[in-house]
């Protein structure tokens, strides 16, 4: 089945530092990736996705590219600020009838000033 | 506003007596699921739905239970909770042609 890895935290950068969460992947056809990300005390709410190979999701500074050779989706950053202390998370979904999403066990990031 | 609510936010209670956390969504969407997480394990899904009357098992359905009878609710019901579903509680929704899910701000149930 399914199965999506994250790189375990906690993460602790300084502020302007550059960022890199490593997620990799395992999955039968071709899955749209997503990087969630958790606030604390809120809900996931979606960052960004790439819905093929070569693709490459962006949002807020934050970039990951779809990487089918090598089954990865690593979540970029180059000047991290206080306010993107939270969780990430790693997902994959196959869209088509319903859309099932696994979710990798999450990395939290901790910015410090 | 489009957004998922959930209701209680926070709930204590003992083992076995039978609780509903509710569900809503104002976006009219077709898809809906509960996950619950856990420290380590990440989200897991309890159970989904793709439209009214029509729901079926996630990853880690057992203890629970589930109903779609409008569009937009989707209760999660525990008939004789236990401890090891003291955990953080997530619905999400999604449409038809879109792959991102939205989800509700949560529900830290804790069973004694």
């Known amino acids: 089945g399914d199965s999506v890895t994250q790189m375990e935290g906690p993460v602790t950068l300084s502020e302007e530092a550059f960022l890199t969460i490593n997620c990799t992947y395992t999955?039968?056809?071709?899955?749209?990736l997503f990087w969630y990300v958790q606030y604390p005390g809120e809900g996931l709410q979606l960052l960004l996705k790439?819905?093929?190979?070569?693709d490459k999701g962006s949002n807020k500074g934050f970039e990951a590219t779809y990487r089918k050779e090598t089954t990865s989706f690593h979540l970029e950053k180059g000047s991290v600020q206080v306010s993107d202390s939270a969780v990430y998370f790693c997902a994959l979904g196959h869209s088509g009838g319903y859309q099932k999403v696994t979710f990798g066990t999450g990395t939290k990031l901790q910015v410090i000033p | 506003e489009a957004q998922v609510t959930q209701n209680p936010r926070y709930l204590i209670t003992v083992t076995g007596k039978k609780l509903t956390v509710t569900c809503s969504q104002n976006?009219?969407?077709?898809?809906m699921s509960w996950y619950r997480q856990d420290p380590g394990l990440g989200l897991r899904q309890i159970y989904y739905?793709?439209?009214?009357?029509?729901?079926d098992k996630g990853d880690v359905p057992e203890g629970y239970k589930v109903s779609r009878k409008e569009k937009r609710n989707f209760p999660l019901i525990l008939e004789s909770p236990s401890p090891n579903q003291t955990s953080l509680y997530f619905c999400?929704?999604?449409?038809?042609?879109?792959?991102?899910?939205?989800f509700g701000p949560g529900t830290r149930l804790t069973v004694t």
């Open positions: 999400a929704s999604s449409s038809a042609g879109d792959d991102e899910q939205y």
């Open positions: 976006m009219n969407h077709e898809y």
């Open positions: 790439a819905t093929k190979a070569d």
């Open positions: 739905s793709m439209n009214v009357e029509v729901t």
């Open positions: 999955a039968t056809g071709y899955p749209s």
